[in-house]
């Protein structure tokens, strides 16, 4: 282990400015999670532009620990107004929202902050275990091994949160169309620029990260209903009380795998973790009957997995270069936009870059915990900004944002049509996660099937010779047909159950 | 087939949206298809195997192929008895629109008046719109928050703000 590296990254981060930098996130990860509505995928990609002039281990350590903060931020809003505020919490307020109409509100958000930060620490040390070794192991790929598990990976988009695997599949295929605009590195020949200049360099993604992620959802918000919501007001957060943690600590380590697990899988994420989560919890509980009425373990499993899979992201993130889930994906455009290339080279020639990362995310997961114990009264307040004000002002910082990114207008202009367009998509099913999968990694695919063929000279056959490529290819293979193969497993296993006279306990 | 099975395999209609979003995708595919025809002819010594059309007629390719198995999707959920609910199946309403013109005029007037006055007009404007009639926070926020950001972005972040009519308050 080089004590260098891990001295310099936690040094980088333990300076005062960086400090009070991390805590600012936290708060702003807090603040936004619990808005309904705003995500922190939104609110990572907002802050892009101004991590401009950081440097850049501060400016990911600020992204890391936003992205900490709000998937802890969604449970304030799910417990105490059943009202997620952001998707990973949903399955929070299936227990939560009873708990506090029970009067037991503190308890469940102790609950919660308790879960996501054991959740949170357990997934950071997988991640500083897991990701310098699939780091090294990935220094040994080539290009074709590189384009199979870019392959793999926008692949899982067929598996991610969202109601159609197809509809997923296409926003990725679009997103690496879009990244071929501009002139073709190799050939210097202009794609899709249809003679218009300022695409020669192609699309930026800054702001069509901004324009899909903040845009299109200002203009969903234009057509929301302000609903009255039955407000919780007796709020003090509560740690857990010893028999609450005893009987939820086996629900929270098993979410804690579970989520670093599923979070380690590029593209899904913490939503997808945080259903496991739930479903499991309910599934080992002695008392599942009172899941769905304000049972403690129904906090504590959905916080743990989710809080797990955000430390679980970043494996393949900075490991491999692959996403782990949306807001890691913007991530992973950051470290482009900051000149870094992610991946295993990023690990051999900056290792001080992972430990910055780890304390970042450690430190963040400590300070939601002292800031929600300490502000839960605060935070449940925020519900109170109206829509009227939040989303102009989220235009606001879009626009100023998207134009700052390179002080060129034409970046705004990028913004406001990916945005427009992004509605629309949204609207017809196509959600924004998987576009933005496609555009980041649209560049490494093109790029190392273009090496690859080089190598190859043309003949593609030759892919199958890397037993790593034919794995990369098979797991392609087993997450497009997934969903089918899951079907056609259900239907047969449902005939072999007729055959029995009696119901077999499987069925039930 | 008949018997047991008769009611899941009875006659599926397509879904209108599905078919129009589908008829898009072919249409941007054929549009984008037909721009890689035009790309000029590059020597086998330059593309080394990997021409510049290659790539993105593969994906082209992917996605009409998807785009055709569209409508079907819908079909084969509901056949199994489920349904593929993606939302969005209500009209936007006019709000939308209106909010939509009124961002993209921010836009097309950033460059001419200013940063300032864009971010003060559509302070005020958006709220407006959105059905706030609380005159005196539309007021504080209308300016404060404008003014807060143009700080930030200006002092704080050296973002050069010097464009515009109101530029000449930042060069």
Same mark, same amino acid.
């Given at each position: 282990m080089d004590i260098d590296a891990i001295l310099t990254g936690i040094s980088l981060i333990v300076a005062p400015e960086s400090l009070l930098l991390i805590f600012v996130s936290v708060v702003l990860g807090v603040v936004v999670g619990a808005l309904p509505g705003l995500s922190s995928s939104m609110a990572v990609a907002l802050l892009l532009p101004f991590t401009i002039g950081l440097n850049p281990v501060l400016a990911i350590s600020m992204m890391a620990a936003l992205y900490c903060a709000g998937t802890f931020g969604g449970s304030i809003t799910a417990i105490l107004i059943n009202t997620p505020g952001a998707p990973p919490a949903v399955a929070t307020s299936?227990?939560?929202?009873?708990?506090?109409?029970?009067?037991?509100?503190?308890?469940?958000?102790?609950?919660?902050?308790?879960?996501?930060?054991?959740g949170g620490v357990f997934s950071l040390v997988v991640f500083i275990v897991a990701a310098p070794l699939l780091a090294k192991v990935a220094l040994k790929f080539r290009p074709q091994e590189y384009f199979a598990l870019t392959l793999f990976g926008l692949s899982m988009l067929a598996a991610i949160s969202g109601r159609s695997a197809l509809r997923n599949l296409i926003a990725g295929a679009l997103g690496v169309l879009v990244s071929t605009v501009g002139i073709a590195l190799v050939t210097g020949t202009e794609r899709f620029t249809f003679g218009i200049p300022v695409l020669y360099d192609g699309i930026d993604f800054v702001p069509v990260l901004i324009g899909i992620f903040a845009i299109s959802e200002l203009l969903g918000q234009s057509q929301a209903v302000d609903k009255a919501k039955e407000r919780i007001r007796s709020v003090a957060l509560r740690l857990p009380s010893r028999e609450d943690f005893r009987r939820c600590r086996a629900t929270i380590m098993r979410s804690s795998v579970?989520?670093?697990?599923? #979070?380690?899988?590029? &593209?899904?994420?913490?939503?997808?973790?945080?259903?496991? #989560?739930?479903?499991? &919890?309910?599934?080992?509980?002695?008392?599942?009957e009172e899941f769905g009425t304000g049972a403690i373990e129904g906090v504590a499993g959905p916080e743990a997995a989710n809080n797990a899979g955000t430390g679980g992201a970043m494996v393949p993130t900075l490991a491999l270069g692959i996403p782990g889930s949306g807001t890691t994906a913007i991530i992973l455009a950051a470290l482009m936009m900051h000149g870094l290339r992610p991946g295993p080279y990023l690990m051999r020639e900056t290792p001080e870059f992972l430990y910055a990362i780890f304390t970042a995310m450690l430190l963040a997961n400590v300070m939601f915990l002292v800031v929600g114990l300490a502000g839960v009264k605060l935070f449940s307040l925020i519900t109170l900004i109206p829509r009227t004000f939040l989303w102009p002002a989220v235009f606001v910082f879009a626009l100023i944002g998207a134009y700052a990114y390179r002080q060129n207008p034409l970046d705004v202009w990028v913004m406001l049509i990916s945005g427009l367009v992004g509605f629309f998509a949204l609207r017809q099913g196509f959600g924004p996660a998987p576009f933005v999968?496609?555009?980041?990694?649209?560049?490494?695919?093109?790029?190392?099937?273009?090496?690859?063929?080089i190598i190859f000279d043309s003949n593609w056959l030759r892919f199958f010779e890397s037993p790593i490529c034919n794995l990369f290819f098979a797991l392609t293979l087993l997450s497009l047909a997934g969903p089918l193969i899951g079907k056609g497993l259900g239907r047969i296993a449902q005939v072999g159950m007729r055959a029995f006279p009696r119901r077999s306990t499987l069925e039930e | 087939m008949a018997g047991g099975g008769g009611a899941s395999f009875a006659p599926h209609r397509f879904d209108r949206s599905d078919l129009a979003v589908a008829a898009v995708l072919l249409a941007i595919c054929a549009v984008l298809y037909?721009?890689?025809?035009?790309?000029?002819?590059?020597?086998?010594?330059?593309?080394?195997?990997?021409?510049?059309?290659?790539?993105?007629?593969?994906?082209?390719?992917?996605?009409?192929?998807?785009?055709?198995?569209?409508?079907?999707?819908?079909?084969?959920?509901?056949?199994?008895?489920?349904?593929?609910?993606?939302?969005?199946?209500?009209?936007?309403?006019p709000i939308v629109f209106v909010t939509a013109a009124v961002i993209t005029l921010a836009v097309y007037g950033l460059p001419i008046l200013g940063a300032l006055p864009v971010m003060i007009a559509t302070s005020v404007l958006l709220p407006l719109l959105w059905g706030e009639r609380r005159y005196l926070p539309i007021l504080l926020f209308g300016?404060?928050?404008?003014?807060?950001?143009?700080?930030?972005?200006?002092?704080?972040?050296?973002?050069?703000?010097?464009?515009?009519?109101?530029?000449?308050?930042?060069?």
């Open positions: 299936f227990d939560g929202y009873p708990l506090a109409q029970r009067g037991e509100a503190g308890r469940a958000l102790g609950m919660a902050a308790v879960s996501s930060v054991i579970i989520g670093t697990l599923i #979070g380690i899988l590029p &593209a899904e994420g913490t939503t997808v973790a945080a259903i496991m #989560g739930y479903n499991e &919890a309910r599934r080992w509980s002695k008392h599942p999968m496609g555009l980041v990694l649209g560049s490494l695919l093109e790029k190392s099937w273009s090496q690859s063929m | 037909w721009d890689t025809t035009r790309w000029p002819a590059v020597p086998e010594t330059l593309a080394q195997n990997a021409p510049p059309t290659t790539f993105p007629r593969l994906l082209i390719g992917s996605v009409a192929i998807m785009a055709l198995m569209l409508p079907f999707e819908r079909v084969m959920k509901e056949r199994n008895g489920g349904s593929l609910l993606i939302g969005g199946q209500a009209r936007a309403r300016v404060g928050l404008p003014i807060a950001v143009t700080l930030l972005f200006a002092l704080g972040l050296k973002v050069n703000l010097g464009f515009g009519w109101a530029g000449a308050l930042f060069r």
